[in-house]
């Protein structure tokens, strides 16, 4: 960890893809093409003092022909590029269109389009996502005042470390650190070069690499002491993970490189590739039962849908469900994303809890989140009075013991995939500690009460008095279909209605003291925890000493036209309002259980006007499937068992229909263009 030179090379621009949470409203590119050209000089020091540039020729900083410099008169942003004459030399002259010519102007290289200015501060990036190459890793600013001759000095803005691997088998390599900023938006003062402040910073950097391009790697990083044990994680193309800590403290400042050598012999790689959790079946929840190297398919659930745009993974918050929080990633130790796949690392010692882990851009948006029940004794299934299959805790409990507090588990919001921490008292509504993300609440309104906006903000609790966070929309959550948004494990879905069938005052008896109801079938001990809730007109708790309990089930398939099960001292039945869908419930899942029988329809259909498409058949029944279309063209499919889709074909004829689907009892067939029938499939 020592060897800290002088950039007497190049400017790094960003190698990593940048992270803050969102793109300022200031950014934008030129408009006024009616300007006269402006010529401005861009400088790369004269000497060795304050390198600049993105190669070099011996010790000397030059330019490249066709380096991008973003230049902006503090309102309009242009793009200027180094002409070819000037390709090895210390200086150039480029052309501006669209810039007030009596204004500052400021300089950033390389040219990054969210940049932008206030005051004299040029809000710049260092990127999440860096491609390793040194004419990536440092950025320079610069400016020249009004009424000068358009001349500009540029200035170091960041720090590089560099290091060199040979391995031919490396995918990814992150820096991170607990508490540092590495990168995202910052601050540069445009006459110093002095980083002024971050804001939307986050903690890592990553270079995704190949056996193409091993060697010397450089990261660039915000100016900051990088302390004693960061880590470097290494992920192999085969999904082994490995690690690297720095051994020392270094004090890592603007325009200096930082050598760490050749690292190969120092990680600490795995020698079998990380558990894939979601190999059968994808989630929005894994269980875990204990410590290791883990990944899954960085998917929307179990649908199978890609997440585009990542740039890193990250922890959203830990709980052991206790009133006190973890230790900030004594669960989640790493989080990382790589070739379509989210890593985790849970060290050996981690005790049970719950943590949420996250996709996220470069501007560190969260793309998509998954909850990793993190559990050594796993769950158990027991069968209920009405014949269901349903896991032997709620959702998220660290335990199933009667008058046992760890027994509440997590809260949910219907029709939202992640969870909100339980309560952890049986005295009073104190909410299990959280080290990581606050988590905060939200009214509803145009903004907030979407999908899409509780997607990228798990962590907040969306409230509204009506009841229905997100409207009344019931395609979120099913017990038919799994769907895309249901918190359920791999195996386990939202549970129907019918599955509190038989559950009465009568059969689940109070226990007085243990803050609960007890039912006993079949030799087995079924415990309900009066495991509080979240109010769905403030999200603030409910007390456990209230002696209640609420569990979400799907409203798709209820009979009574609710979605909640509720229990007192006294009661045991459907209960609260037709859509209470704001409130925060405990959950408890149904296992999947399937005949494994598989139904088929053949079809024919004479398509004449391949401007209407030929419709999909529906089905009925207790299935819980997909069903599989071959649409006779090459065209496959997975739908939903009651989606109404359509399908267009590119020329006239005879298409045959292959459909399949399990344990359905009915089909819906359309009749349109058939022409031919065959159920003997089904």
Known sequence: MKNAYRITLSLLAAILSAGACTVAEENFIVDNGNRDAVEITVNCPANDAEPTRTDITGLNPVWKAGDE??????????????????????????????????????????????????????????????????????????????????????????????????????????????????????????????????????????IPISSSVIGEKYLGVMECNLPKNSKLTFITSDGRMGYIYTSTRNALSNGYIYDLGNIDDAITMDNEPAVNLGAGETANCYIVNGGGSYRFPAVEGNSGSKISDIAYGDVVWETINKTSAPGKFSLAAEVAYSNGYMYIRIPEDAPDGNFLVSACDQYGNILWSWHIWLLKEGVTDQTWPSGAVMMDRNLGALSALPGNVLSNGLLYQWGRKDPFPGLASYSSATAAGVAGSTITSIGSSDETGTVEYATAHPNAFIYKSSGDWAGDDLSFWSARLKTKYDPCPAGYHVPAESAYDGLTADNTVDQSGKYGRLLTHESQEIWFPYAGWKASASGSLGSTSNSHLYMFYDQNTSASGKCSFAGTPTSFAIGESVSPHASGFSLRCQKIVSSGDVKTVKMKYAVEDITYGVLAPSFTGDAYSARQINWGDGETENLALESYVYHYYNAPATYSITVSTVDATSIIIPVGDLVELDITGF
């Open 69 to 206: 410099i973003w230049l902006s008169d503090g309102i309009n942003a242009v793009s200027a590029v180094v002409p070819k004459e000037y390709d090895g030399k210390s200086y150039a002259k480029v052309t501006a269109v669209g810039l007030d010519p009596d204004a500052d102007y400021y300089a950033l290289y390389p040219y990054q389009d969210s940049a932008y200015v206030k005051g004299n501060i040029i809000y710049a990036r260092i990127p999440t996502v860096q491609d390793g190459k040194f004419s990536g890793a440092h950025l320079a600013v610069g400016v020249c005042k009004a009424g000068s001759d358009r001349n500009i000095e540029f200035r170091n803005a960041s720090s590089v470390l560099k290091f060199s691997t040979f391995r031919e088998d490396l995918a990814m390599i992150q820096l991170q650190n607990i508490s540092l900023d590495f990168s995202g938006e910052f601050k540069i003062n445009a006459d110093t070069g002095a980083k002024s402040g971050n804001s939307n910073s986050l903690r890592k950097v990553t």
